[in-house]
């Protein structure tokens, strides 16, 4: 919610408090006995939220999911939604835009951080980087789909093209003797090469005097 709207941490905490309700709603309360909750930064109120709310085992449980984290064969749109939930649980290796984007460029699919790579990631945000994974994962798919459209007009131009093959080997056959010859002059000559290379150079014909 806070991702898209411009709220100073006190308002955070603010927001978020009030939105608490039922069992959540006396959590609070009891903070509020234990802490002036006027000092109570942002973080500290997601650490104290979590540390009442998710146990050691299953912080370390996502912690390690977010370490493990790799696109795969989700789509860049649930990569991104999957590293934003996951990376609250790893806020000391995004505690960075910078280490934030590095982080992201390393769970994307190879061919994609090859192509954010190679536009240039040099001075980015996290959000540009996403974006153009984004960018970058349409421009793959074209090219699929266009390798796969070149296929299917192939596979349908088959009987065409196996019909010219039949007809070939009636022009081969008129060709092969010349084709025979060429090979022996050609052999002919290599060998002359290899041996004038190896110091037995044939007799020159004699030449006719002046």
């Known amino acids: 919610m806070f991702q898209y709207s411009r709220v100073s941490e ?105 192509d954010v790579y190679m536009a240039g990631v040099h001075g980015s945000t996290y959000s540009q980087v996403a974006e153009r994974a984004l960018v970058a994962e349409q421009a793959e798919l074209k090219i699929r789909n266009a390798v796969e459209d070149r296929r299917q007009l192939v596979q349908k131009q088959g009987p065409r093209w196996v019909g010219m093959e039949k007809k070939r080997p009636m022009q081969f056959q008129t060709e092969r003797p010349i084709f025979q010859q060429r090979q022996r002059q050609e052999q002919g000559d290599a060998n002359k090469r290899i041996k004038f290379i190896q110091g037995k150079a044939p007799a020159l014909p004699p030449t006719c005097p002046n």
């Open 10 to 114: 006190e308002e955070k905490v603010l927001c978020a408090s009030f939105m608490l309700r039922g069992s959540a709603g006396h959590w609070w309360d009891t903070i509020k006995c234990i802490e002036d909750v006027t000092t109570v930064t942002w973080d500290r109120f997601k650490e104290l939220f979590r540390n009442n709310y998710l146990t050691a085992p299953t912080r370390a449980m996502k912690m390690n999911k977010f370490i493990q984290l790799r696109q795969g064969s989700m789509t860049v749109a649930d990569y991104i939604h999957k590293f934003e939930q996951l990376s609250r649980f790893g806020e000391h290796m995004v505690s960075t835009d910078a280490l934030k984007m590095e982080r992201f460029l390393e769970g994307l699919k190879p061919e994609l951080y090859r």
